[in-house]
């Protein structure tokens, strides 16, 4: 009864913030459309799933669990009237194309060999040296349909070159079923590993992680299984790690750093103050603080963290809790004004656009520890891309909210 009281009570909470979020997407909304002339551009997604498949048409994936991996590869179009920040997934039967997200084609692969020949197959679109893949994981209460949606937003906002590849686990996608999500996060940590180690053996000069929400535990213990086994990963291809709002315990998450040490890079951590979806997590784990809602940025940065702070920008989300999707729709104003205001301050704490970021300073000490040459000035005294500040504010951008809870 205590169980039953408590879910009625965070339903009843989440009712007001649910109804101003735009609708899900329909039974239906990864239907293939075929022979599409409509969509202004059009992206390749690859899928590792530990997600039953679904045989009804136009879901794919349903949010029970497997034991084993399961990939695809699906194309996906994005319509001419898409915005910055939003998701145009389709809600009414059949997805029109004009106005919707939409599938052109999507196909399992039953294999990792299978899948590893299509992520080589989309790397070698780029020159060498500039192979890059980014790893997304979705977090709690999201539907496949909406993580393979809020990932194309991403990937088309943010106009981040690289290879998006999704690692989806089985969320039921129910407000109610946080508990099940959890545990099926937990479940997932080996799959995800298999995952990391796949896409670091496919050739791809660098790697990049961005997780979100409830997605940060199943990331951050998948990354300390493999610091503690006796098989690194190269430091060199690894790229960003961006934990964007995470649903992880801050005591959870302050021992899990110290056991990873020093790390090749500083996790790049997302949060705000003020987001209600993990005020929901806190009431639910005992009125234990989340760290997606920590602010004690500098606590953070001393434990080894780059700490993006929006708890002043407004959100576009009832929630509050999908603040970075409107970092993708900055992204060209962003990433230079960011720079500029670090090399200006030369400090460690820069605000941009009211977002706090701190510990940039880390970026650098990283770089030099690792006997990288230092940023060098274009001639229009704007940083290169080799200074770390960009480079960071290039992970944080291309983050963009990967999932719109």
């Not at 080589?120 to 999201?142: C, D, E, M, W």
């Not at 079923?177 to 590993?193: G, H, K, P």
């Amino acid at each position: 009864m205590r169980r039953r009281f408590a879910w009625l009570l965070v339903a009843a909470l989440a009712a007001p913030v649910l109804a101003g979020c735009a609708s899900r997407p329909g039974d239906d909304a990864l239907s293939i459309i075929e022979g599409d002339t409509v969509s202004a551009s059009q992206h390749t997604l690859l899928v590792a799933s530990s997600r039953a498949r679904d045989p009804r048409p136009g879901v794919f994936y349903n949010g029970e669990r497997t034991p084993e991996l399961s990939f695809a590869r699906v194309e996906v179009g994005v319509p001419p009237t898409h915005k910055p920040g939003m998701v145009e997934a389709p809600t009414k039967s059949p997805p029109n194309p004009a106005t919707d997200m939409v599938v052109l084609e999507a196909v399992y692969r039953d294999t990792p060999t299978q899948f590893s020949a299509d992520l080589k197959s989309q790397l070698a679109k780029y020159p060498a040296g500039k192979r890059q893949a980014v790893i997304f994981v979705h977090g709690y209460n999201t539907l496949f349909s909406e993580a393979l949606y809020r990932l194309t937003q991403m990937v088309e906002d943010s106009k981040t070159p690289g290879v998006p590849v999704l690692f989806t686990w089985a969320s039921r996608g129910g407000i109610a079923d946080y508990v099940y999500d959890n545990n099926s996060a937990t479940a997932a940590r080996d799959r995800l590993e298999e995952t990391i180690r796949l896409v670091f053996a496919s050739g791809a000069d660098q790697v990049s992680i961005v997780a979100h929400s409830m997605g940060n535990w199943v990331t951050v213990e998948a990354l300390r299984q493999i610091k503690i086994s006796d098989r690194p990963l190269p430091e060199n291809k690894i790229g960003n790690i961006v934990l964007a709002a995470p649903d992880i315990d801050v005591d959870v998450f302050k021992s899990q750093l110290k056991r990873f040490g020093k790390l090749p890079k500083p996790f790049i951590v997302i949060v705000s103050s003020d987001d209600k979806a993990l005020a929901f997590s806190d009431f639910i784990a005992g009125d234990k603080p989340r760290l997606g809602a920590y602010t004690h940025d500098a606590e953070l940065v001393e434990l080894g963290a780059v700490v993006v702070d929006m708890s002043n920008v407004k959100s576009t989300d009832g929630f509050n809790h999908a603040k970075f999707a409107q970092l993708a729709e900055m992204a060209p104003q962003l990433r230079g004004m960011l720079a500029r205001a670090a090399q200006a301050s030369g400090g460690s704490a820069v605000e941009v656009a009211g977002i706090q970021f701190s510990g940039l300073d880390r970026m650098r000490a990283t770089q030099v520890s690792a006997g990288l040459p230092a940023a060098t000035q274009s001639s229009a005294g704007a940083p290169e891309e080799s200074d770390p500040v960009v480079d960071t504010s290039a992970a944080i951008v291309a983050a963009g909210a990967v999932s719109r809870r």
